[in-house]
T-cell receptor, first 112, second 112 residues
Framework: GENVEQHPSTLSVQEGDSAVIKCTYS??????FPWYKQELGKRPQLIID?????GEKKDQRIAVTLNKTAKHFSLHITETQPEDSAVYFC???????????FGKGTKLSVIP | NAGVTQTPKFQVLKTGQSMTLQCAQD?????MYWYRQDPGMGLRLIYY???????DKGEVPNGYNVSRLNKREFSLRLESAAPSQTSVYFC???????????FGPGTRLTVT
């Protein structure tokens, strides 16, 4: 089955700095790569996603980049704010699959 | 719209007891999912239902059964609870293959 590795497991940044979280996956046929944000005690919520026919996608301060050759994708958050503090999960879905395989999460702390 | 709802929010069981976790969505989505979330493990898929009338095993199905009662409702049953099933359980739904999954608020289950 699909194997998803997510790094780092924890990340602390100063407010205003950038944060980068990286995920690698094993199945070269995977074609859907979402990122979810989970605040403490809350449900996961989609913040951005990318499909295999696109190399980069941006939405205001967040962006995702995909390198299909190397089988990795990254979440970039610029100008971080305290409300960005949360656990972020990457996920991967294969072609024709309903299943999402999640990474183990990155706890991001933004220090004011 | 309430989105995805789950009952109960909290539950404590003794080893060997049974219970059913309920999930309902009002977004007319075809697909529904059950995940468990354990510290440091991310979200792991237990079972999913691609459409009304079908169910399939996910990554960690042992000890669980599911029922897709109708298009709106998808329940998860623990026949004989074990301490290893102590976890937070999330239900989710989506309207298409490899699309955004919308999560419910979660059920925190403790098995003693």
């Amino acid at each position: 089955g699909e194997n998803v590795e997510q790094h780092p497991s924890t990340l602390s940044v100063q407010e205003g700095d950038s944060a980068v979280i990286k995920c690698t996956y094993s199945d070269s046929a995977s074609n859907y790569f979402p990122w979810y944000k989970q605040e403490l005690g809350k449900r996961p919520q989609l913040i951005i996603d990318i499909r295999s026919n696109v190399g980069e996608k941006k939405d205001q301060r967040i962006a995702v980049t995909l390198n299909k050759t190397a089988k990795h994708f990254s979440l970039h958050i610029t100008e971080t704010q305290p409300e960005d503090s949360a656990v972020y999960f990457c996920a991967v879905s294969g072609a024709g699959s309903y299943q999402l395989t999640f990474g183990k999460g990155t706890k991001l702390s933004v220090i004011p | 719209n309430a989105g995805v709802t789950q009952t109960p929010k909290f539950q404590v069981l003794k080893t060997g007891q049974s219970m059913t976790l309920q999930c309902a969505q009002d977004m007319n989505h075809n697909s529904m999912y059950w995940y468990r979330q354990d510290p440091g493990m991310g979200l792991r898929l237990i079972y999913y239902s691609a459409s009304e009338g079908t169910t399939d095993k996910g990554e960690v199905p042992n000890g669980y059964n599911v029922s897709r009662l109708n298009k709106r409702e998808f329940s998860l049953r623990l026949e004989s609870a074990a301490p290893s099933q102590t976890s937070v359980y999330f239900c989710a739904s989506s309207d298409r293959l490899a699309g955004e999954q919308y999560f419910g608020p979660g059920t925190r289950l403790t098995v003693t």
